[in-house]
């Protein structure tokens, strides 16, 4: 048990019982806005048909208290902290939509281009180290950070070997932006 933070399928995107309340509140919410841009309404594309699609999830296991005092610190609270979607569209701020959310009453919804940027803007500060996995199917980001983490620290020592808690979660919204903007998927906490 616990909170993971997971990709949202097209199919789940679409179902009534699952994601559908969220993307047709968040369709209306953003269809002038991308009419205005020239796009056409953010849906969520479907993953290949041969099943070999690329997934996210990561179980959030380690305190969040660290990471939230950085993203404070360092101004980056709205677009790492302050949203329960993340999609692949830029927007100025995060949108709260009157659509629950596994864990709220309503739904705040964030552009994985400024939740990209503040991740990085963070993975610089902590100066992460190489090695960490570029993708987090089957929870890699969760078994390194268990298993290579130590490791890693002592052959690429820096600030971010001193609040491991803090570069877990660091990572874990770099690698969910990455995998929202190549992807196109949202994801989301559950």
């Keep these: 048990m616990g909170i993971y933070l997971v990709d949202i399928g097209s199919d789940d995107w679409a179902d009534e019982d699952a994601y559908a309340p969220i993307a047709q509140e968040l369709a209306e919410e953003l269809a002038e806005e991308l009419a205005e841009l020239g796009l056409p309404p953010y849906t969520c594309p479907p993953e290949p048909a041969d099943g070999t699609g690329e997934r996210f999830d990561v179980k959030i296991n380690v305190?969040?208290?660290?990471?939230?005092?950085?993203?404070?610190?360092h101004d980056v609270s709205g677009e790492l902290l302050d949203w329960?979607?993340?999609?692949?569209?830029?927007?100025?701020?995060?949108?709260?939509?009157?659509?629950?959310?596994?864990?709220?009453?309503?739904?705040?919804?964030?552009?994985?281009?400024?939740?990209?940027?503040?991740?990085?803007?963070?993975?610089?500060?902590?100066?992460?180290?190489p090695g960490i996995p570029a993708t987090s199917e089957n929870l890699f980001l969760n078994s390194w950070f268990a298993d290579r983490a130590q490791a890693a620290a002592a052959?690429?020592?820096?600030?971010?070997?001193?609040?491991?808690?803090?570069?877990?979660?660091?990572t874990v919204?770099?690698?969910a932006a990455e995998f929202v903007l190549r992807t196109g998927r949202p994801v989301t906490y559950s």
């Design 63 to 73: 305190p969040m208290d660290s990471f939230g005092r950085l993203c404070r610190a």
């Design 84 to 129: 329960e979607v993340l999609i692949p569209v830029d927007l100025d701020e995060e949108i709260e939509l009157p659509a629950e959310s596994a864990y709220t009453d309503t739904t705040r919804v964030a552009g994985a281009p400024a939740a990209l940027a503040a991740a990085r803007h963070l993975a610089e500060v902590l100066g992460l180290p």
């Design 155 to 170: 052959l690429h020592p820096g600030p971010w070997t001193e609040d491991l808690d803090a570069a877990f979660h660091v």
């Design 173 to 175: 919204h770099l690698r």
